[in-house]
């Protein structure tokens, strides 16, 4: 079963990392994404596909790794565990529109494995999500892409999608600036583990149907927006946000940890950040102003 299930997803993220770049593209244009394959000396490696200076996305990733070997000594403390080997793969991605009116976007969908020094398994769990982070809200896009994820969710419980809103409403926080979301959330989760009641099969099916409804969740909000007219204010705006976005990658999130503790590929784990941002001291948007009004919705709310 371990094997099978490693080389199970390892098969769907590859294919999963062709169709999400193709969508991307058709809505793009003009930019295609390059693939820069590379192999980590302790064992495994990855496909990074990166998109730049596009009509529609600035930049972007769209990676894949797959990767092994001794787990080190900051994991072994940070998961309580002896020394022991690991194995990893995912797909992670995060996409910076060029017009501030289309949000940015992440996603990753993983699944890890621990074992003994002996190669007994140990350990495995299955973990993601995909989160919307808007420079400029409308609320009906709001509605798509929670609504597009529920339905999915809800396939496997009435109870999935609300647990796993508020793990990302509280896991895509930036703490440091008294819990603003660096976004309007998404879903998001993590140690999901095999148990009688969702056995290993299950949570494949379950990572399975969330990564495949990436596409519909995004695009559509993209191809909507991309042709707003915008100015300074508004490219402003979108760069001060994006100085947060960086924030939260840099301090809390726990995949751009891992990659770089367990000597992963630095240009892969940030890829992530925005090719501009922007930090002002002390700056607060204009009273009154639409950016001020956006600050409200860095914060939990029910979108369905």
Known sequence: MTMK????????????????????????????FVQDEWIRPEGGGGKTRVIADGAVFEKGGVNTSVVHGVLPVAMQQSFGVPESNFFACGLSLVIHPVNPFVPTVHANWRYFELYDKSGNKLDSWFGGGCDLTPYYLFEEDARHFHGTLKRVMDGFGADKYARHKKQCDEYFSNKHRGDEMRGIGGVFYDYLKPTEAEPEDMLIAFQKANGDAFLEAYLPIAEKRKDMAYGEREVEWQEVRRGRYVEFNLIHDRGTLFGLKTNGRTESILMSLPPRARWYYNYQPKPGSREEQMMQYYRPKDWV
């Open 5 to 32: 299930t490693r080389e199970q997803f390892t098969e769907y993220i590859h294919a999963l990392q062709d169709t999400i770049c193709r969508g991307l593209e058709q809505v793009d244009g003009k930019a295609k």
